[in-house]
């Protein structure tokens, strides 16, 4: 993943910029980068890997070194950006964030039409950036050739740019999967994935784009270059899982839909007289925690926090790449609070569950402080599909998912045509997964959201959300 931040002032505006990308550091932990106009300098870039360093410390140093009114930053899992390009579109600096699938059809496509060469990375790959570059740079306007790149990618780009003049040009990928929001304040615009970014500045909230809308914003102005298009998918997992609480998209805020998520969750239990002995409800930090608020409040049951996550040294943000480093990281982080664990029937919420092999730890780590039950609620639908539009999550195959492992374990291939009965757990396949990882991960209950549940605490209209990594359904 990733999210990106720009400003076209007035004024000397890298201060807030500098701030404004860091706020973005919880979508991205492999690279960082901001690109600065000013008016006698030009056009600047920095950029840093940020592989378990805060975004902050890499770049404590760029007031020393750059300064401009205008200004893009990028925090992503990807390949460095952002990156400057002389083009006969002019001098720009360009970001992206989102996923290329078919990314090398394209680098061969045009290389043997136009003739066109790239810089090589180490082991010859090719920066996904550059990609998107080039392919914009063969029409004549910046418009033109947005459509044009967004066109042929399969998957999504979102897209901003800083000219040479110190406009930027903001462009929301082709079907809105992710959000693209502008702030006005006394000097300027600012661009970000993120609204409380440039709210916590002064900037107001002045306009969401549509999906494949492009606009060029100037520090008076917002002017409209390409009009949305009315086919909306926007990726639902922002509200359940990788989404800031304080952020809004789509008029419907982070928090407060995870509240709505965590009560809709527990009114089901209720319904079905589930873990009707829980001592305390909790969430697994930090993002199941308001879910489990939600759910608390509904139930009537205690709220606690059983355990909390030391992260002064180890944040979210900049866990290892290996996966057994991450998983002895995952439990070094965790500090009982046994009190509130000791000889107690515990329920807690987790914004999703993916491989499971850290809940397990979790788990395993309850128990062994003496907790008497362990109840797990998912905040979102079954993950039977690995996404292939945005890779939110590191899982690239649909194997990797301790869902489809177990159907596969239960049915062999036949399982694969009964997806929709796994994931409704009033169905027997339903119970029978359920069933399956209650006793993989010594779960005394599990249930999972279900898509109507989501989908009705999201509050938006079914037809607008991306729901591929739960339903299959494009």
Not at 248 to 267: H, K, L
Not at 393 to 415: A, F, M, N, P, W
Request: with cysteine.
């Amino acid at each position: 993943m990733g999210g990106f931040f720009g400003i076209t002032s007035k004024e000397d505006c890298l201060n807030e910029v500098f701030f404004g990308v860091d706020y973005h550091s919880h979508l991205g932990t492999k690279t960082g980068g901001i690109a600065v106009y000013d008016k006698e300098i030009g056009l600047q870039r920095q950029i840093h890997k940020i592989v378990n360093s805060p975004f902050r410390t890499k770049f404590e140093h760029v007031f020393e070194d750059m300064q401009g009114t205008s200004a893009i930053g990028c925090i992503n899992d990807g390949d460095p950006q952002p990156l400057l390009v002389r083009s006969g579109l002019g001098v720009f600096a360009i970001c992206f964030i989102g996923v290329i699938s078919n990314a090398q059809e394209l680098i061969e496509k045009h290389m043997f039409e136009v003739g066109g060469h790239y810089e090589a990375m180490t082991g010859g790959k090719i920066n996904t950036t550059e990609l998107v570059a080039a392919l914009i740079n063969q029409k004549k306007s910046f418009a033109e050739g947005i459509r044009y790149a967004q066109g042929l990618i399969e998957g999504t780009a979102s897209i901003l740019i800083l000219k040479e003049d110190g406009h930027l040009i903001a462009a929301r990928d082709f079907l809105g999967r992710l959000p693209i929001l502008i702030g006005k304040g006394p000097e300027g615009h600012a661009v970000s994935f993120e609204s409380f970014a440039y709210q916590k500045f002064g900037f107001e909230d002045e306009k969401e784009l549509g999906p494949a809308e492009i606009v060029e914003v100037t520090p008076d102005e917002i002017i409209q270059l390409a009009p949305p298009e009315k086919k909306k998918r926007i990726c639902a997992f922002l509200w359940s899982y990788y989404g800031y609480p304080t952020s809004t998209y789509e008029g419907v805020n982070v928090e407060v839909m995870r509240y709505r998520n965590g009560a809709i969750m527990a009114r089901n239990d209720a319904e079905k007289k589930n873990a009707e002995d829980v001592d305390y409800v909790g969430g697994v930090p930090d993002s199941g925690t308001p879910h489990a608020i939600g759910y608390a409040n509904e139930s009537g049951k205690t709220f606690a926090r059983a355990f909390i996550k030391y992260t002064p040294t180890w944040s979210r943000s900049f866990m290892p790449t290996n996966q057994k480093a991450r998983n002895e990281v995952a439990k070094m982080k965790q500090i009982p609070v046994k009190e509130l664990i000791r000889d107690k029937s515990l329920l807690f919420v987790d914004d999703s569950i993916v491989r499971g092999t850290q809940l397990q730890e979790t788990v395993d780590f309850l128990y062994a402080n003496g907790a008497k039950a362990v109840h797990m609620r998912s905040a979102c639908p079954p993950l039977m599909y690995a996404c292939k539009y945005l890779s939110f999550t590191r899982t690239q195959s649909d194997l990797e998912l301790i869902t489809r492992r177990v159907i596969l374990e239960l049915e062999g291939e036949e399982g694969l045509n009964h997806i929709e009965e796994y994931s409704d757990g009033n169905t027997e396949r339903g119970k029978k997964l359920r069933e399956t990882i209650c006793e993989k991960f010594h779960f005394a209950s599990l249930e999972f959201q279900s898509l109507d549940g989501i989908i009705e605490a999201i509050g938006i209209d079914p037809c607008e959300l991306c729901t591929y990594c739960w339903s299959g359904k494009e």
